[in-house]
């Protein structure tokens, strides 16, 4: 039986104790991004997908990581800053974890436990890229990169995972989370 996601302990990127019990039949869209990342600017998507379907009951999770390519090694008060001057963010973010290494954060855990592969944007060749520069995830598992994406419904199970390198607008991500709106 696997833990409740709603009960995992987590930080706010402030530094106050929170969990995702604060949004208890909300639709999650949970990624872990990275501010020195080429996929950074997929922010400004995610703000927008934010903003678009807030009313609606999405609510976009950001957990900075610094697991690939080190491209999130700012502190938590850098985090903000950059994400606030650059893209606006005013979704919640949570303090920096780990996604893949020895140390994988239990939401995490929880997570890829619940949907073990991600779904690729069509035509992707990311997959084929990280190999070559020999950045392929370990296990098959595992989170590929930056900004890959985990799609919670409102009763808290994980129902879609999305490679990084699917934008926030790309049509397969948006019919999820609106089929999961309902």
Known sequence: MSAN????????LEGQSASLDAYRGKVMLIVNVASQC?????????????EQYEE?????LGFPCN???????????????????????RFPMFEKIEVNREGRHPLYRELIAEQPQ??????SQFGE??????????????????FEKFLVGRDGKVIGRFAPDMKPDDPALVSAIEAALG
């Open 5 to 12: 996601l709603y009960d995992i302990p987590l930080r706010r």
């Open 38 to 50: 080429g996929l950074t600017p997929q922010y400004s998507g995610l703000e927008k997908l934010f």
């Open 56 to 60: 609606r009951g999405l609510v976009v």
């Open 67 to 89: 697991d690939f390519g080190a491209q999130e090694p700012g502190s938590e008060t850098e985090i903000a800053d950059f994400c606030q001057r650059n893209y606006g963010v």
């Open 118 to 123: 991600a779904r690729q944007a069509e035509g």
């Open 129 to 146: 890229k990280l190999a070559q520069h020999g950045l392929s995830p370990k296990n098959p598992t595992d989170v590929m990169w930056n």
